[in-house]
T-cell receptor, first 111, second 111 residues
Framework: SQKIEQNSEALNIQEGKTATLTCNYT??????LQWYRQDPGRGPVFLLL?????KEKRKERLKVTFDTTLKQSLFHITASQPADSATYLC??????????FGTGTRLQVFP | DGGITQSPKYLFRKEGQNVTLSCEQN?????MYWYRQDPGQGLRLIYY???????QKGDIAEGYSVSREKKESFPLTVTSAQKNPTAFYLC??????????FGPGTRLTVT
């Protein structure tokens, strides 16, 4: 079965630096890969979607890359701020029915 | 959150009792989903529905039941057959494998 790996350890970085989070998957590549932000006690919020034929997608301070050879997506937050502190989930879509979510990586940005 | 409401936010029940979690949406989305989230684990799909009067089991459907009588509503019943019902339950709507929109969640505690 498909397996998604996100670093379970928290990522701690200083304000202003670039945060880079990793999402690795096994088996075959998804049609779409998505990133969500989740704050404690709340539902996830959609951030970005990237298709398998796209290498990179940007939105303001966010950038997502998708490497189907490495079976990996990287999620970057540039000029990070304490308000970016949250858990970030990656999700894979193989068909039109449903998503498979990773366990998420907690990001902590210190002033 | 947006146009998805879940109620109540916190729910307490005694073991052996069935309990129904509410999920309502006004986004006019056809697809609706129920996930369960446990500490340190990703979102796991319980049930999903792509159209009124039709729904499919997700990865962990045992001990749960759903109905989809209206486009706007997708209630989840946690039955006494669910062995570990204490968890954070999230409802979402979406457009297939594109982004999903999550409700605020219901935290269920069974003692």
């Amino acid at each position: 079965s498909q397996k998604i790996e996100q670093n379970s350890e928290a990522l701690n970085i200083q304000e202003g630096k670039t945060a880079t989070l990793t999402c690795n998957y096994t088996n075959y590549s998804p049609a779409y890969l998505q990133w969500y932000r989740q704050d404690p006690g709340r539902g996830p919020v959609f951030l970005l979607l990237i298709r398998e034929n796209e290498k990179e997608k940007r939105k303001e301070r966010l950038k997502v890359t998708f490497d189907t050879t490495l079976k990996q997506s990287l999620f970057h937050i540039t000029a990070s701020q304490p308000a970016d502190s949250a858990t970030y989930l990656c999700a894979l879509a193989y068909n039109t029915d449903k998503l498979i979510f990773g366990t998420g990586t907690r990001l902590q940005v210190f002033p | 959150d947006g146009g998805i409401t879940q109620s109540p936010k916190y729910l307490f029940r005694k073991e052996g009792q069935n309990v129904t979690l509410s999920c309502e949406q006004n986004l006019n989305h056809d697809a609706m989903y129920w996930y369960r989230q446990d500490p340190g684990q990703g979102l796991r799909l319980i049930y999903y529905s792509q159209i009124v009067n039709d729904f499919q089991k997700g990865d962990i459907a045992e001990g749960y039941s759903v109905s989809r009588e209206k486009k706007e509503s997708f209630p989840l019943t946690v039955t006494s057959a669910q062995k570990n019902p204490t968890a954070f339950y999230l409802c979402a709507t979406g457009l297939g494998s594109y982004e999903q929109y999550f409700g605020p969640g219901t935290r269920l505690t069974v003692t």
